[in-house]
Every structure is written in C-alpha cells, then in structure tokens.
Nanobody, 124 residues
Framework: VQLQASGGGLVQAGDSLRLSCAAAVRTFNNYNMAWFRRAPGKEREFVASITWSGIATYSADSEKGRFTISRDNAKNTVYLQMNSLKREDTAVYYC??????????????????WGQGTQVNVSS
C-alpha cells in the first residue's frame, strides 16, 4: 500500500489548509486511516483518525473543532481540513493506514502503512 500526502504549504495564522492522502490500494474502504504530525524537536503525535466505517477520533487539540478528518472511498483518499491554523500547528503531517483487528486509533502501531509526509508551516 502506498500513501501519497499532499496539500501542505506556508500559510498565516488563522488560515485554512486541506491535506489529502491518496492510497494506492484496491481495498481502501477496508482500511482505518489517520493523520499524525511531528513538529520540530518534538515527538510524533496523533492528530485524527477515521475508521473504515467512518468513525472519527480526534486528539484533544483537534477536538476543539479546528480539524476535521474525512474520507472518500470512491477516490481512495482521506482528507484533513485544518481551520484557524496556529503557529504551533507547524509540523510535517503524515497519513497512515492500517487494517489491524486490535485497533487503537491513537497508537502508531495500529497503522501498517505511512505516507512520506507533507510540510505545513504557519507563520504568525
């Protein structure tokens, strides 16, 4: 399974971005998908996930309503809509996919496949 993330860029605080992750797999609708991020000097952290059935889980920060994860199974693509971006959202954003039976949305170990990352820079 290959995952190709895109949509990152340089924006100002308060702006919006939509990240996309296209999956090269025939059974995309069987996969749980997620977004993680790694900020400079920090560990990788969970942002949001969406199960094969469309159930979304968000990190504490994402739960504040700024981020929305969605998927289009017809296009084999998962999205992360990010609104009201803050400088601290600056990071490399990675999409991930997995079909593990023991699925914990927030754990990286639940995902077998990872994209290459897309850089998001938010200036103040």
């Amino acid at each position: 399974v290959q995952l190709q993330a895109s949509g990152g860029g340089l924006v100002q605080a308060g702006d919006s971005l939509r990240l996309s992750c296209a999956a090269a797999v025939r059974t995309f609708n069987n996969y749980n998908m997620a977004w993680f991020r790694r900020a400079p000097g920090k560990e990788r952290e969970f942002v949001a996930s969406i199960t094969w059935s469309g159930i979304a889980t968000y990190s504490a920060d994402s739960e504040k309503g700024r981020f929305t994860i969605s998927r289009d199974n017809a296009k084999n693509t998962v999205y992360l809509q990010m609104n009201s971006l803050k400088r601290e959202d600056t990071a490399v954003y990675y999409c991930a996919g997995g079909s593990a039976s023991n699925f914990n949305a927030r754990l990286p170990s639940s995902y077998n496949y990872w994209g290459q990352g897309t850089q998001v820079n938010v200036s103040s």
